[in-house]
């Protein structure tokens, strides 16, 4: 019992500092930006001090907003599972590999990371517009000019390249975790493949498909720079929304207000899916 | 400890003014001015800012003594910070460069220190067509519509003749507004009527009209034959046919919406006499041909005539048209319900 006090003081010092920084740098700009989004808005006077539902109520009575947040979640939902099917078998293969040549795949996933996202948006922008690269192939066999641009299809494919990666590393490194001997067994024990996959394999690597299904889903609901890009002024997301109204309309009781729907959808479907797969975890 | 013995700014100017009857103490004024002579220069940044004291700062305040500092950042965020800055007795900016509706939303708000030739001798050489009591016109570029020569043989001269391109016109996201009163202006003969513009400009989005986030994609846009005509500052014009752009200008017989980038100085600037010498710099010939030569745009006073290939890029057609500077009430007046009413026309197709 006397050893108890010093060890508690030591670990509080040791959380301390780091404690403080969160605060600083997290709690108390979003207590700030909570108080904004209760202000009201005025032109001339950029900002007056109110206690408002307003900001929240224009959003959520709005089918406009509404449809904007609708169309992110789409986005972000589609390209979640698109990462999960595509990322699965590149990451399982990557996990199971003994060869020599594993380093350099995994370094061949890490390395468009090292492109910002803007930059590889501007990528998209020479293969998918007019003049571009799909266009010019495109013409060479007959059609007449076709432009992929500007659209819901590129925005998700620029999202999908840009979080691949992340569901890829974040699958291999859990799927390295799964005992191999496991498969194995099931193998000795005449499970067919299929059968292996989905009574072995997956429930295994469920805690990891959660993981980077949240991480790559927070990636795209907020995704700024490939919407703005790739789906130029007739495509709205959440995230360009949001920096217009801040930045542009100079409207910040409603950008914050924006933020915290953003914030909160964002939270609550993480949330509800961690409880899903949780729940489906302890059931296996 | 170190503030108690640095002179303050009313000591240096008691010295300076005691100085000044003395020509012997020469270097002291010098110095005086120097330290007073710090001016806060909020202004965008890129080429503008970089010409700022390419034209202005460094030939004419530097050997006054003057020194500038430039806040650089994008519109709104400056004039949100001005704002917020607003009851401060002495604020961060001196001079404010902005578009000419927000600058007559800052008078509106009561913000802007009022203009006169005592403060800037130069605004006596300012064309009528631009002057505003609270802010000078530093430089301005008329509303072209720009078309590709190779695909577009009978340039569009009106509103109406450009609509007839449908899906080949494209429109720059960030000055839709200024189409709007382009409209405005061809249909109802009056810009300032801007709410009726809403029809022909959601006729132009139905028939395919492409809008353009950035304006930088409006060139490659005209070049890729994605569009053939749109309407955008005639320096904007002459900017990309430097680029190597094939693009050329046509001036709307109904006249053309004009773009004026302005200065003001804000009320609680803290040094207002060297904010003046700003304003007054910003007007003088030899700043306004810079502008001219290297950004395209036009100077906005009398006395800067231009010459050789600069006055030819950016002579006006004859008969010169009409320059319309943008109606600012009306257009502060309904600005927010038609940014609103914009998304929705975008979203909606």
Not at chain 1, 82 to 94: D, E, N, S, T, V
Not at chain 1, 193 to 200: I, N, T
Not at chain 1, 254 to 279: D, E, K, N, W
Not at chain 2, 282 to 293: H, K, S, V, Y
């Amino acid at each position: 019992m006397t050893r108890r006090r010093p060890e508690g003081l030591t670990a509080s010092l040791l959380i301390g500092p780091a404690t403080l920084v969160v605060l600083l740098s997290l709690v108390l700009p979003l207590a700030l930006l909570a108080r904004y989004s209760l202000n009201r808005y005025d032109r001339r006077t950029f900002m007056v001090e109110a206690f408002t539902p307003e900001n929240y109520l224009r959003f959520v009575t709005d089918p406009f907003y509404t449809g904007v947040l609708w169309t992110t979640f789409s986005i972000a939902i589609v390209t979640t599972l698109l990462c999960l099917l595509m990322g699965f078998p590149i990451a399982y293969k990557l996990a199971r590999s003994q060869s020599r040549w594993k380093s350099i795949g995994v370094l061949l996933i890490i390395l468009p990371l090292f492109i910002g996202s803007t930059v590889r948006a501007l990528g998209w922008m020479g293969v998918l517009g007019r003049g571009g690269i799909v266009d010019a192939i495109y013409g060479a066999m007959g059609g007449t000019g076709i432009s992929l641009l500007y659209t819901s299809f590129a925005v998700g494919l620029g999202i999908l390249s840009i979080n691949l990666p992340y569901m890829i590393l974040t699958l291999q490194s859990v799927i390295e975790g799964i005992d191999a001997r496991v498969e194995e067994a099931a193998d000795s024990l005449g499970a067919s493949p299929p059968r292996r996959f989905w009574h072995v394999v997956l429930p295994l690597a469920l805690p990891g498909i959660a993981t980077g299904g949240i991480l790559v889903f927070i990636l795209a609901m907020n995704a700024y720079a490939t919407p703005f890009l790739l789906g130029g002024a007739r495509f709205q997301m959440m995230a360009p929304m949001l920096y217009r109204e801040f930045a542009v309309n100079n409207n910040w009781p409603f950008a914050a207000a924006i933020a915290f729907i953003l914030m909160l959808t964002t939270l609550t479907l993480t949330a509800l899916s961690s409880l899903l797969v949780q729940r489906r975890y302890r059931a296996q | 400890m170190s503030h108690d013995t640095k002179p303050s700014r009313r000591t240096i100017l008691a010295l300076a003014a005691g100085a000044g009857t003395a020509p012997i103490f020469a270097p002291a004024i010098l110095r005086a001015q120097e330290a007073t002579g710090r001016v806060v220069m909020s202004t965008w940044g890129g080429d503008y800012a970089k010409l700022l004291t390419q034209n202005i700062e460094d030939p004419l305040l530097k050997p006054k003594g003057i020194e500038v500092v430039q806040d650089a950042g994008t519109e709104p965020t400056r004039v949100a910070k001005a704002i917020a800055q607003r009851r401060l007795p002495r604020g961060s900016v001196d001079v404010i460069a902005v578009q000419a509706p927000a600058a007559y939303d800052l008078e509106e708000s009561g913000m802007l220190e009022p203009l006169d030739e005592s403060k800037v001798p130069n605004l006596k050489y300012v064309q009528s067509t631009f002057a505003t009591p609270y802010a000078i016109p530093h430089i301005y570029s008329p509303q072209v519509i720009a078309y590709s020569p190779e695909r577009v043989k009978t340039p569009p001269k009106s509103f109406t003749e450009m609509e007839a391109y449908g899906g080949k016109v494209g429109i720059l996201d960030n000055s839709y507004i200024w189409v709007a009163m382009a409209a405005a202006l061809k249909n109802q003969g009056d810009p300032g009527k801007i709410v009726d513009a809403k029809a022909p400009l959601e006729k132009l989005i139905r028939a395919g009209a492409k809008a353009y986030t950035s304006t930088e994609a409006f060139a490659p846009a005209i070049k890729s034959g994605e569009i053939d005509v749109g309407l955008v500052w005639h320096a904007r014009v002459l900017f990309w046919t430097k680029g190597g752009v094939e693009m050329r200008s046509s001036f709307p017989t109904e006249g053309c919406m004009t773009y004026v980038s302005s200065m003001c100085v804000l009320k609680n600037a803290p040094n207002k006499a060297a904010a003046f010498a700003y304003l007054n710099a910003a007007l003088d010939p030899q700043a306004q041909r810079g502008f001219a030569a290297t950004m395209g745009y036009h100077p906005t006073i009398t006395n800067a005539a231009l010459e050789g290939e600069v006055a030819k890029n950016l002579a006006l057609p004859e008969p010169a048209p009409k320059l319309i500077p943008a109606p600012y009430p009306q257009l502060s007046a309904v600005r927010d319900d038609m940014n609103d009413w914009w998304r929705r026309t975008l979203e909606r197709r």
